[in-house]
């Protein structure tokens, strides 16, 4: 699926056309022990940005369950991005960037570069997500930290790039020049 191509090919407009997961990766969350804030913020702010809800998971700091809510969301749900929120710190429980090991077919580097890089502006603690990004199929999965703040933080240094990023991935043929212009 293309977002908007125009008449002349071109692609990188409003990305209503592109569906988009939220999975939560949280142990206290499945224990029960601390409402999820972050899902909700990301679903908020893609629903807002013209971006199509289909799947919201919350699940334990395990690799097993972060592969399948990833895998169900793009092979069941459709999803053509997926974000997720947590498990990226450093602390043992922090699976989530070895969990990418088991479902990226190609990393995206620079992602969760302009990530860090923008979040270091902020705060010196940046430096401890270990988020990655990276392409699965055709779709487009992003780490964000697990708190509120740092997953929007984190998320508003890379999301202009999305709609471009998933055109390309779906094969479009859009000039990336025209693009730069502007
Ligand atoms: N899903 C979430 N919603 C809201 N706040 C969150 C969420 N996940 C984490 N946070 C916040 O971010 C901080 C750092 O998250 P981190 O995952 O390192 O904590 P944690 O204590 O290991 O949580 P958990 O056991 O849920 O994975 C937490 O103290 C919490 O305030
Ligand atoms: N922009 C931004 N990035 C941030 C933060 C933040 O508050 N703002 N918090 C950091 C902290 S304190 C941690 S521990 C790591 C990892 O968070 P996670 O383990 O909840 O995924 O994200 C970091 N990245």
């Known amino acids: ?11 990188g407009g409003p990305p209503g056309g592109y569906r988009f997961a939220v999975i939560t990766m949280s142990d206290k969350g499945v224990r029960g022990e601390r409402q999820d804030t972050s899902g909700p913020a990301l679903r908020e702010l893609f629903e807002a940005a ?9 699940v334990a700091d395990a690799i097993p369950a972060i592969v399948a809510a990833v895998t169900t969301a793009i092979d069941r749900d459709r ?26 077919d190609r990393e995206i ?24 990004a990276g392409i699965r199929g ?21 999301m202009a790039a999305f709609p471009h990023a998933l055109d390309k991935i779906k094969g479009s043929p859009a000039d990336c020049a025209t693009l730069s212009k502007q």
């Open 50 to 58: 013209g971006y199509r809800f289909c799947h919201y998971a919350l």
């Open 138 to 158: 055709q779709s487009l999965i992003v780490n964000l930290p697990g708190s509120r703040k740092a997953a929007l933080e984190n998320v508003a240094a890379v």
């Open 109 to 132: 580097p620079g992602i969760a570069e302009a990530m860090r890089a923008a979040s270091l502006a902020i705060t010196p603690q940046a430096v401890l997500s270990r988020g990655r």
């Open 79 to 104: 999803a053509d991005l997926v974000l997720t929120t947590g498990g990226t710190g450093v602390s043992p429980s922090d699976v989530t960037p070895e969990a990418m090991d088991q479902l990226f």
């Open 1 to 11: 699926m293309q977002s908007n191509p125009d008449q002349s090919g071109q692609t």
